[in-house]
């Protein structure tokens, strides 16, 4: 049975297990015709011209996992900041886990889509802001149609989380393969703050096939710094559907962190919805092998003088494929935007590839946009000024990819989390580059 | 210490070193002194070893061993140290950071272990007061933003921390004013050892009143075409280059 078939009759089987006489519901099944209609996205379509599912929908997902699994947080404790204080909503193969988690309800809300979807206290929140951003697309509706878990999380008018919130969705091997599908809701309202650091790892080599949404809805003058870590197995797939909301003053940010998996798939949204709105979208990549990771952006500015900054840093080895395809769309009345985009990759070997396509679509007359994209090796000059002070080439090499994604780090406002990254960094690049990092 | 002889060197087609003989002795400073094109850098990155340039014909020792087929590092490890026109930035590794990996991978090659940190401390330190430089510059991205004068005293300190056998100094002076320029010299000045020496590459004789060289050659069209001692830094201030010019012409 092809994959989408057995969706689609699993979605029969869970609603056996939700309650069907809900608001929520009625979107699930409105969702489950549209990913019906639409099927996997195919590279017949443009904006998946580079990027192929069919390797990994081949194999025999479980879609609903046993909900056994016995992990104690010392052996998953390296996938987590654990040197600062955060919030930990924490997930196994899609099911949330209470003891390696610390939600909470003190100020802001940091816990469960589950109980958000069910609980009428949540209600208001969840008619006014759930599937409400993301585009009514496939993957999205896939996601929408079997929306149970993930995260929910609400800072409410005039506050500032008072620590960072981890998301953390682990995959165990107790199933043969596995497709899990968070869908997480952040709502920020006027004049808040939140900083989210978001991971997936896969704790065995099974194929492991996430299918993640995430709504941000950024208020008045609110500020979310969004970090996402993808450094998982070669077995695991990522396809991270993210959508920005953003309202007048309100200042949000994305970092995305590509070190591993199988396929990585990034959509990530922006909608400026206000005035004086600054968006940055920031990511560094560094695979290798047969690993594939595709950026697929988009900044819509529909409202005046609002600014945006997407800088994409990418070092491809092996015979690795990136693709960064970011799209910039300035409405009519959107004048005075600034629009500021670029993308700059290393390919190590003769076997790696990058497929980077800009997209401007602009129609008002009063902007200024700029977009840049670079392919190529290091500089020849830069590795023998390092040569000539006696750094051997292989660690000159590394020392200089270090610092050509290096400059994306700048704006990680979490110092441990940039510690962290950077660490993943060295490591990637396989040198000890001579000091703490 | 150093020995180069007839050496001629090429990048891509075109011929830029025409049989250059050099020998400089421990304890000595040089200068190479000549006009804009005449194959002053290129002397000094093949020396380094820089690939761009093939060397087509003669030889280059340093302390008595072929040095021609090292890679830059190996030459570094082996004590060359060259102070570059335009130093390059590198954004993210601070200075600090920098020359710890430097030095580090210096010990290393001669097989000894990391300077431990207390140590390393003292010595930038001890170094950064030599080149007058502050705390907050060696927190600093290497060379990123950095004015003319930074980078030139970032060299010099550099030079300072791996402590090498043969410096030689590319056109240190280009875009120093008067106050840098000393105090880069006085750097300079104060490393100077019996067992070392110093290869001082320049356009002016400027540089030559604050380094003063025991020997000064003049390069023209990728040969050294005269030697002789300081004094000849000032008979080139004074009238150019061209009576030389003419003066070889005439032979």
Known sequence: MEFKDKLLSSFLAFEEQVNVNSDIHELRSKAIKEFETAGFPTKKQEAWKYTSLNKVLKHDYVVFPKKEHTIEYKDVEKYFIDDIDTYKIVFVDGVYVSHLSSTTHDKIDACLMSSAMTKSKYKPVIDNYFNKIAPKESLNSLNTAFSNEGAYIRIPKNTAADKPIQIVNFATGNESALFIQPRNLVVVEENSQVQIIERHHSLTDHPVLTNSVTEVYADKRAIVDYYKIQNDRPSASLIDNTFFEQHQESNCSVHTFSFGGNITRNNLNFYQKGERIESTLKGVTVIEGKQHVDHNTLVHHMQPNCESHQDYKGIYGGSSTGVFNGKIMVDKIAQKINAFQSNNNILMDDKATINSKPQLEIFADDVRCSHGCTIGQLDEDALFYLQTRGIPFKQARALLMYAFSSNVLDSVRIPELKKRINLLIALKLGVNVGFDL | MLKIKDLHA?????????????????????????????????????????????????????????????????????????????????????????????????????????????????????????????????????????????????????????????????????????????????????????????????????????????????????????????????????????????EIAAQ
């Open chain 2, 10 to 246: 090429k990048a891509e087609d075109l011929k830029i070193l025409k049989g250059v003989n050099l020998e400089i002795n421990a304890g000595e400073v040089h200068a190479i002194m000549g006009p804009n094109g005449s194959g002053k850098s290129t002397l000094s990155s093949v020396v380094a070893g820089k690939e761009e340039y093939e060397m087509t014909r003669g030889e280059i020792k340093f302390e008595g061993e072929d040095i021609t087929e090292l890679d830059p590092e190996e030459r570094a490890h082996k004590g060359i140290f060259l102070s570059f026109q335009y130093p390059v930035e590198i954004p993210g590794v601070s200075v600090t950071n920098f020359v710890r990996t430097a030095v580090n991978a210096n010990r290393k090659a001669r097989g000894q272990e990391d300077m431990p940190a207390n140590e390393m401390l003292k010595l930038i330190r001890e170094k950064s007061e030599l080149l007058e430089i502050d705390r907050k510059f060696l927190s600093r991205s290497l060379n990123e933003g950095f004015s003319g004068g930074e980078k030139k005293r970032n060299e010099i300190f550099q030079m300072a921390m791996l402590d090498p056998k043969l410096a030689i100094l590319d056109e240190t002076d280009s875009g120093l004013d008067i106050d840098a320029l000393r105090v880069v010299a006085n750097g300079v000045n104060r490393l100077r050892r019996e067992d070392n020496a110093v290869l001082v590459i320049t356009h002016y004789q400027r540089l030559l009143e604050y380094i003063v060289p025991d020997y000064v050659h003049v390069m023209l069209d990728g040969k050294i075409v005269k030697s002789g001692t300081k004094e000849l830094a000032f008979e080139l201030e004074e009238k150019g280059y061209d009576w030389l010019k003419e």
